[in-house]
T-cell receptor
Framework: SQQGEEDPQALSIQEGENATMNCSYK?????LQWYRQNSGRGLVHLIL?????REKHSGRLRVTLDTSKKSSSLLITASRAADTASYFC?????????????FGQGTRLTINP | DAGITQSPRHKVTETGTPVTLRCHQT?????MYWYRQDPGHGLRLIHY???????DKGEVSDGYSVSRSKTEDFLLTLESATSSQTSVYFC?????????????FGPGTRLTVL
């Protein structure tokens, strides 16, 4: 099973609505990051939240982290067509004795005009 | 984009041929990574480097080798390409002192092995 798993796998909403994506993980982490990937492009870093933080904001993005539940959520408020992309969480965790940044499989977000 | 370029951007090759992908950075960062991205598997780490001539294996390293003779270049080689290595390959760098720090990605190389 995956260290980081996003939910849902796909999400389709109307422009202007809020979009919420979730990420669950299995091991203790130092930080959790969210990335965006537009079709055919590389991943772009959005936000990093450390294990001792519970919430972080960046523009229309709000990230929460619940280490007791080993989960995080990414909220995009007032969505725009340009937010259409895949969103990945990545956890900084110790896997098999080595520090790694492990990516989930992503949530594909579609914003309908 | 942290000054990361990848070459080639697209390549079609035949099974059994060697292939080398190049990642180049302009900002002298210590850590560099190679990932592959496949539907249903997300992004998986192949190899990474923490300095010149210092490399380590990732999650899916079988069939791949890497070299880093200069800080700015990280090469990924498929010694004998197989169809299962058809994928999109991404290079990344991290700007901090740890593998777990924020990573910045190149534009990707789409490799097709026939």
């Amino acid at each position: 099973s995956q260290q980081g798993e996003e939910d849902p796998q796909a999400l389709s909403i109307q422009e202007g609505e809020n979009a919420t994506m979730n990420c669950s993980y299995k091991t203790s982490i130092n930080n959790l990051q969210w990335y965006r990937q537009n079709s055919g492009r590389g991943l772009v870093h959005l936000i990093l939240i450390r294990s001792n933080e519970r919430e972080k904001h960046s523009g229309r993005l709000r990230v929460t982290l619940d280490t007791s539940k080993k989960s995080s959520s990414l909220l995009i408020t007032a969505s725009r067509a340009a937010d259409t992309a895949s969103y990945f969480c990545a956890t900084d965790a110790r896997i098999q004795g080595a520090q790694k940044l492990v990516f989930g499989q992503g949530t594909r977000l579609t914003i309908n005009p | 984009d942290a000054g990361i370029t990848q070459s080639p951007r697209h390549k079609v090759t035949e099974t059994g041929t060697p292939v080398t992908l190049r990642c180049h950075q302009t900002e002298n960062h210590r850590y560099m990574y190679w990932y592959r991205q496949d539907p249903g598997h997300g992004l998986r780490l192949i190899h990474y480097s923490y300095g010149v001539k210092d490399t380590d294996k990732g999650e899916v390293s079988d069939g791949y080798s890497v070299s880093r003779s200069k800080t700015e270049d990280f090469l990924l080689t498929l010694e004998s390409a197989t169809s299962s290595q058809t994928s999109v390959y991404f290079c990344a760098i991290s700007v901090g002192r740890s593998v777990g720090d924020t990573q910045y990605f190149g534009p990707g190389t789409r490799l097709t092995v026939l």
